[in-house]
């Protein structure tokens, strides 16, 4: 709620159109009447809000997406510890080709220091060379939110969804695993990590953790040995 402002003031203008989607998970600390209050408010960008009628992120990822109705669709926490400044780099590897599914990385450059924690970071590394082996890509980040792709391709990837089954709560893993079965070519973008300014993260290293794994499995299963 307390970035809804910054995020409509950063977020740079790319291609022919720019346009911003909100999706909204049933909060009660008034974050739907905060983002249109700010929709009115500003006028750089065409601007549309949803609320889920599901439940998680994952959720709330496929929802966003299939409103969206530009040429590239881009994901970002609205957290904003990726800057929205990030976001040009997404759109030019995507149009000169470098490659079709950009995924952001907090793993490269030094983090700010609450920005992750220890153990967090540890079990990151290791979940990337677990999903690198499933992918047969290297991916070094498969949980960072800021993501990119063409429309196009998401449409492809969301018809085969049912091939690995509605296993995904944070909505990363159906578009890496979709991504990898279409042979798409995914590019690891390093971005910066920065400490939240606002809010508190819903991960919980055990749970999460073994979601992971359980879904490292359910990869493995698809990908490599079907």
Not at 1 to 16: A, D, K, Q, T
Not at 44 to 49: E, K, L
Not at 55 to 76: C, E, P
Request: include cysteine; charge should be positive.
């Amino acid at each position: 709620m307390g970035n809804i402002r910054s995020l409509l003031e950063r977020v740079p203008f790319m291609g022919s159109g720019t346009e911003i989607i909100f999706v909204e998970g049933n909060s009660t600390d008034h974050t739907r009447e905060v983002i249109e209050a700010e929709i009115r408010r500003q006028n750089r960008f065409p601007c549309r809000f949803f609320s889920q009628t599901g439940q998680g992120k994952g959720d709330a990822v496929r929802l966003g997406l299939s409103k969206a109705q530009g040429d590239i669709l881009m994901i970002l926490d609205a957290d904003l510890t990726v800057s929205p400044e990030d976001l040009p780099r997404f759109y030019q590897a995507l149009v000169e080709g470098c490659g079709s599914f950009i995924n952001g990385v907090r793993l490269v450059y030094p983090m700010e220091k609450k920005a992750m924690r220890f153990s967090n970071l540890l079990g990151n590394k290791f979940f990337s060379l677990g999903f690198s082996w499933v992918l047969g890509q290297p991916v070094k980040d498969t949980l960072c939110g800021t993501k990119a792709l063409w429309k196009k391709d998401y449409e492809r990837i969301h018809k085969q969804r049912h091939y690995f089954g509605d296993f995904d709560p944070f909505g990363d893993f159906d578009l890496l695993y979709g991504a990898a079965k279409l042979n798409l070519k995914i590019v690891d973008m390093p971005v910066r990590y920065q400490e939240r300014t606002y809010g508190t993260t819903n991960i919980d290293r055990w749970k999460h953790g073994w979601m992971l794994l359980q879904m490292l499995i359910i990869g493995a299963m698809r990908l490599r040995f079907f």
